[in-house]
């Protein structure tokens, strides 16, 4: 069943004069929660994306349950928090253009290529989408003289924005013995960029598996003879690529990093910083509004043991879709997400069995009449998703054209069915096999609900043809993304839930399946198997058949999503939620 993961509160948002910020977390969960041991925010537990707010001014905010205070806050700091500069258009505009003109301009392909992926790393890319696709077209043939740099870059930007190219660029930098020639580690920059380039590799796709394994074991061995800026990058890599990143958190750690660089482009920093700030100041509006639509809808007024959660949910939606155009696709994705915490609470800590059966057998009947039969508390959350559900239908309905409430309808039984599941298991004591136990966890944790969810609110590319990949099955896109975002879950909670005695996570059934005892090796083993799913998703790009790109974008974010929110470490490139929290809503960067 659902585990409920009860962790220490991390405190109420602090003090100005304390410099700290906590989001309140007493409660969490595998649908979408923060798996997160208790760990208290230190000096030297530096986000990867807020050690540029030390410079910035703070931020007093409420706690994150006190929704009240939040929706209070948001609205008075939606017109305060953005410095008045950034508001004014034309600026942008002339930043933008002279940005374009220098794009357009730049006559050495590498120059183009890195000026495109330093747009990307920035966060304003989306100004030049355009642009930047036309170019990729155009830089898609290559030349046979590239150095090793040169034709890594070019082969993880065409892949990362959708381009086909063959792995088979770099043979040339390949021996007769089918290996790495070994002169190329003397050139550490051009072995980073393989490195990087690696991780966008597909099944079957051998020479990128070679390049991965010959890169990283240099880097490793060499790294501490590096200078230290250079260092500093290869170190960031190792522990995560840059394909694996989640979006707006790298814009936010990459604009601090840039503008240290002696050779950065003043223009296009200052671009960075407004761009970020500007789109800072659409979340807080976005989340005031997702408080104003919680607040109303008077759930945890009425049950008291539901999570109120909004901000967390809210942070999910960044990291799935972080294109500002996206923000109407936020707020609906966040109030399922809501939705969902709130079911999954009666099912893991409030309802009996046979409670939750007559919850499940009304589900699938999605009929108001079905209700009836149901304990109070279930009625009110019953009501809450049919009303939400339906409305979100509407809006697709007005703003796509498209009639989807069977589909939405599907992916809600289908999760609701997953979570009976679970019950059953747990009431009758029976342990699943590790594949069951996964393909059920993908359908419980939301990512199939999502994933649909997104595909119809964003509306760009559905055809009749693609909607019909999208249910019984589910597309493998969907499923791969859904089980890295499941095991990311069991890695960060398998010893609180043991502790706890819930049911066993892949953790556990894997140990059992493969004879394991030392729980490091099976966890080693998970992180390949995620590796794996990262080479299906990767495929997905390339796919002749393949869904909308936007579709398939958002289902690679909810993996590297997942894995930032889930994978905690002192001093390293990973840090908490609070931290994100802070830098992504509530902290503007300084000029």
């Not at 796709?205 to 991965?212: G, I, Y």
Request: with cysteine; glycine share 4%.
């Amino acid at each position: 069943m659902v585990c409920m993961r009860t962790i220490s509160s991390t405190s109420q948002l602090l003090a100005k004069s304390k410099d700290t910020f906590k989001v309140s977390s007493s409660v969490a969960t595998r649908s979408f929660s923060w798996l997160l041991s208790p760990k208290k925010l230190t000096a030297s537990r530096i986000s990867m994306c807020a050690s540029s707010a030390a410079s910035s001014s703070s931020v007093v905010v409420p706690p994150a349950g006190d929704n009240n205070s939040l929706l209070k806050y948001l609205r008075q700091s939606a017109a305060v928090t953005v410095p008045q500069e950034i508001d004014d258009n034309t600026r942008t505009t002339e930043l933008i253009e002279g940005i374009r003109q220098n794009l357009l301009e730049v006559k050495e392909p590498v120059e183009t290529m890195r000026l495109i992926d330093t747009l990307q790393r920035l966060g304003i890319a989306y100004h030049f989408e355009k642009d930047i696709n036309s170019l990729l077209e155009n830089l898609s043939g290559g030349d046979s003289s590239e150095d090793l740099f040169t034709t890594s870059l070019r082969f993880r930007l065409l892949r990362h924005n959708g381009h086909h190219i063959s792995p088979d660029v770099f043979q040339k930098f390949m021996g007769e013995n089918g290996k790495f020639k070994e002169s190329l580690k003397e050139d550490t920059i051009g072995m980073l960029s393989l490195y990087e380039a690696s991780y966008l590799g597909a099944n079957g796709e051998d020479v990128l598996l070679k390049a991965m394994e010959f890169t990283k074991a240099h880097l490793k061995e060499a790294l501490p003879q590096m200078e230290h800026q250079l260092g500093k990058q290869v170190h960031q890599s190792l522990e995560l690529p840059k394909h694996l990143r989640m979006a707006r958190l790298e814009a936010r750690r990459y604009i601090e990093e840039y503008s240290n660089e002696s050779d950065h482009n003043s223009t296009l920093l200052e671009l960075a910083k407004f761009d970020y700030n500007k789109v800072q100041s659409l979340h807080q509006m976005e989340l005031a509004e997702i408080s104003r639509w919680w607040k109303q809808l008077g759930l945890v007024d009425k049950l008291s043991f539901a999570r109120d959660r909004p901000l967390e949910c809210f942070l999910w939606t960044v990291g799935i879709l972080p294109e500002p155009k996206y923000s109407s696709c936020r707020i609906e994705l966040a109030k399922t997400i809501a939705i969902l915490l709130v079911i999954d609470d009666i099912f893991d800590t409030y309802g009996s069995f046979d409670q939750l059966v007559l919850f499940t057998n009304a589900i699938r009947r999605w009929d108001l009449n079905a209700m009836e039969e149901l304990p109070e508390y279930m009625k009110i959350c019953y009501m809450a998703l049919y009303n939400t559900t339906n409305e979100i239908c509407y809006k697709i309905l007005k703003e796509n054209g498209l009639s989807v409430l069977p589909f939405l309808k599907t992916t809600w039984i289908n999760m609701i069915e997953g979570f009976m599941l679970e019950a059953k298991w747990l009431n009758s004591g029976e342990v699943p096999n590790l594949e069951d136990y996964i393909e059920n966890g993908v359908t419980t944790a939301g990512s199939y609900m999502a994933l649909v969810h997104i595909f119809f609110l964003i509306g760009q590319g559905v055809t009749e043809d693609n909607v019909k990949l999208l249910i019984n099955p589910y597309p493998k896109l969907f499923s791969s993304a859904g089980r890295i975002l499941r095991l990311w879950d069991d890695l960060g909670t398998a010893k609180e839930e043991q502790e706890r005695g819930d049911v066993a996570s892949s953790i556990q059934l894997f140990m059992k399946e493969k004879s394991i005892t030392c729980e490091n090796e099976a966890r080693n083993q998970i992180i390949q198997m995620v590796q794996g799913l990262w080479k299906e998703l990767n495929g997905e790009l390339m796919a002749p058949n393949a869904l909308p790109l936007p579709i398939i974008k958002a289902s690679l974010n909810m993996a590297r999503t997942s894995q930032v929110v889930y994978q905690h470490e002192e001093d390293s490139y990973f840090s908490s939620v609070d931290n994100y929290v802070q830098s992504l809503f509530f902290t503007p960067i300084s000029f």
